[in-house]
C-alpha cells in the first residue's frame, strides 16, 4: 500500500501504453526491502506537461520513467539534460534536485551499450555503424558516443535524418569522426539495427550480410523476437550478437542509479521481472 513514506516513481505514457516498468522495478523494490514503487500514469500529450509538473510537487516522488509519445517534449520541460538528451533529442528519466530544478537523462541507448560492454566489446576508440536514425537510434548513437567511440558510420533511408543526427552528435563530440549514408558492415566492430528490418524470417535485412566479418559485433534493438531474422543471420556468420531485450534489462539499473537506489543486475532484474511477452 502506497503511504506517506513510500517513495514513487511515476511511469509516465500513453493512455493506452503497456506499462512493463512496474512489472520489473516493483518485484525488484520488494526484494531488495526498498519502500519505492513504480506507478503508472497514462497522459495524453495535451495533458502531459502540466502532469510532469504537478507530479513533482510531490512530497514523495523520486522521480519519473517517460515513455512514447512524451519523450521528446520533456527535454523543453526541464532544467538541466545531459549531452545525450541533446544529441537524441528525447528524455526518458526526470528527477527533482535538493534545489527544486527538474534534471533529466536518457537510458535507452545506455542500456544498450552497457550490454555490449558486459559482454567484452571494448568502445573506447573503437568503430560502429548504426542503420536507423529515429529515436532508438539516436540513443544509441548518443550513448555510443558518449563512451569513447572513434568512428561511427549513419545510415537511414531519410537521409536528413541521419544528417540531423550526425550534425547532432558533432555539436556534443566534435572528435568524433562521422561517415554518413553508407551501411556497408565492413570495418567496423559493431553493427546495430535500429530498424524493424530483419525482424521476420523472409524480411529483406538491413545490410549486406556477405559484408560483414564475423569479428563484427552484431546488435538488434527489436523485442517483440528474441532471435530475428538479422540476429540469426549474423549468428550464422560467427558473429556475436545481442537480442533486443538486452537493452532493456540493462538500462534499468542506469535508471537506479540516476535515481539515487542501490543498483543491480541485469540477471537478477530478469529472474524477479513478471512480464509476459
Known sequence: MINGHTEIIAHIGYPTHSFKAPMIYNP???????????VPMGSKPETYPDLLRSVFTLENIRGALITMPHKMITVDLLDEVTPTVRVAGACNAVKRTADGRLVGDLFDGEGFVRGVQRKGLDLKGARALVVGSGGVGSAIAASLAASGLGTMGLFDVNTASAERLGARLKSQYPSIALKLHTKDPQGYDLVVNATPLGMNEGDPLPI?????????????????????????????????????????????PAYLEFFGYPTTTAEHLRSLARLSY
Not at 525488484?28 to 513504480?38: K, L, P, Q
Not at 540469426?232 to 531485450?245: P, W
Request: charged share 20%.
Open 208 to 252: 549486406d550480410m556477405d559484408r560483414l566479418s564475423s569479428d563484427t559485433f552484431v546488435g538488434e534493438v527489436v523485442m517483440r523476437t528474441e532471435m530475428t531474422a538479422f540476429l540469426t543471420a549474423a549468428q550464422a556468420r560467427g558473429c556475436r550478437i545481442q537480442v533486443g531485450s538486452d537493452m532493456l534489462f540493462e538500462q534499468i
Open 28 to 38: 525488484y523494490f520488494e526484494a531488495s526491502g526498498i519502500n519505492a514503487v513504480v
